[in-house]
């Protein structure tokens, strides 16, 4: 009997350790749709002035500076971008973004973007070339020739990938009349080769910016937290304390069975309002940390310093798989706009900023062989060793970023990279 009851209290502990685990780990929108979902089981709990439609966040801050179309959530993704980037005229490129066509786009001649801009040349191309290294790959092309080469441009070169290029430079027009035997001719390969080529250049986008069309409206999150004046306080709307429906308590004197029931709920309503309160303190805390920590970034505009879960987990006493909750799509809002919460911890085993991560790449290429330079594999696995696990592809993104040519554009450089 007494090995029944203990076996039963263990599972009643399990269960409201997963239950904690979930609230900790669940987003605004599911944890108000979970407390409504109790709050239907269990008559005890007065929902009315916690759960709000989130339709009304708008009037605890402003939000109304952010009520934009997609177009300008693609300015805003440009925006963050170039926040860790080494860039000098970060303006510039920025001002050349609203200037893209629906499709990502720049169908302006240059003397016209010099004078919108007013700019020289020299600062256009400049501008116009950063534009072209950021996401979506083939912002910013004149034309579909060349969106779809800077595309490939961000591949490793490879026999397949170069004769795609000369298809796109010098084909295009037949290609999309279907005329294969005049493009193999022209190259000096095979039908079937032109098919394969063409199915390389299907895995490309012709219209980089769609995604971010001007019809469609941005769904804002809901933040946990709000960054106001360089201070953190909880999101008013949301963290509201669960009321107690008093009404049910004067029933406990009907009988046995009443108060038992009573009794019950009340538990559940308190171990509720524990969990909730331990998602608050703990969502808060990570939340101060991070502005102090991350004031580069929030203040200067300057990139997220390196830090690692397990120490933010060390530093506020408990363990990282409950930081990887707490941060699991929490968003703060602040000057910037909506920021998630694990964006201000880089991510990756050792948690490895992308500067960091770049720095060590020029690093291995400076210190290669210049007779046999390092091939992006191959600094793949040199990075592997470090401790830093990206594929090749992220590396050949990575090293294009930099302007540093491939391994076969390398054979000739005899200076380091940074020289």
């Not at 609230?23 to 709050?39: F, N, R, T």
């Not at 409206?217 to 106001?228: G, H, M, T």
């Not at 006493?317 to 809002?333: C, F, L, N, P």
Request: glycine share 4%; net charge negative.
């Amino acid at each position: 009997m007494k090995l029944e009851l203990k076996q039963g209290q263990k599972h009643q502990i399990y269960q409201k350790q997963i239950e904690k685990n979930q609230i900790l780990q669940m987003d605004v929108q599911q944890l108000l749709a979970h407390i409504e979902k109790i709050s239907f089981e269990n008559p005890l709990i007065d929902t009315d002035d916690m759960i709000e439609s989130t339709s009304n966040i708008g009037k605890e801050f402003d939000i109304d500076s952010l009520s934009r179309k997609s177009e300008q959530s693609l300015k805003e993704n440009i925006h963050w971008q170039l926040i860790n980037k080494d860039i000098d005229n970060k303006k510039l490129v920025e001002s050349l973004v609203e200037l893209l066509d629906d499709n990502g786009y720049l169908r302006l001649s240059i003397q016209d973007i010099c004078t919108c801009l007013k700019c020289d040349e020299k600062e256009y191309i400049e501008a116009k070339n950063a534009l072209s290294k950021l996401e979506p790959p083939g912002l910013g092309a004149a034309t579909l020739k060349e969106c779809l080469l800077l595309q490939l441009e961000r591949l490793e070169e490879t026999e397949d990938i170069y004769k795609t290029k000369q298809l796109i430079e010098e084909c295009l027009e037949d290609l999309s009349k279907s005329h294969y035997h005049a493009v193999s001719k022209k190259l000096g390969i095979s039908q079937n080769k032109v098919r394969e080529l063409l199915q390389i250049i299907l895995t490309l986008n012709p219209r980089p910016a769609s995604g971010f069309s001007s019809s469609i409206e941005v769904n804002y999150p809901v933040p946990d937290i709000i960054i106001k004046d360089n201070a953190v306080q909880l999101n008013p709307v949301i963290y509201k304390d669960i009321n107690i429906n008093t009404g049910y308590l004067s029933l406990e004197a009907e009988s046995k069975e009443t108060k038992k029931y009573i009794e019950s709920k009340l538990k559940k309503v308190s171990w509720l309002q524990q969990c909730l309160s331990q998602r608050k303190n703990l969502i808060y805390d990570i939340a101060v940390f991070l502005l102090d920590y991350q004031q580069d970034f929030f203040m200067n505009e300057g990139a997220c310093h390196p830090l690692l879960q397990k120490d933010l987990a060390m530093l506020l006493g408990v363990h990282e798989s409950t930081i990887s909750r707490a941060i699991k799509d929490k968003y703060i809002y602040c000057d910037k706009g909506f920021i998630l919460l694990s964006d201000l911890i880089p991510k990756g085993t050792e948690d490895n900023s992308v500067d960091s991560i770049k720095e060590t790449i020029k690093e291995v290429i400076n210190n290669e062989d210049k007779i046999k330079p390092l091939s992006d594999q191959k600094i793949t696995t040199l990075l592997k060793d470090k401790g830093i696990e990206i594929s090749r592809r992220t590396v050949a993104k990575y090293r294009s970023e930099l302007n540093i040519p491939d391994a076969s554009g390398r054979k000739h450089i005899k200076r380091g990279c940074n020289e």
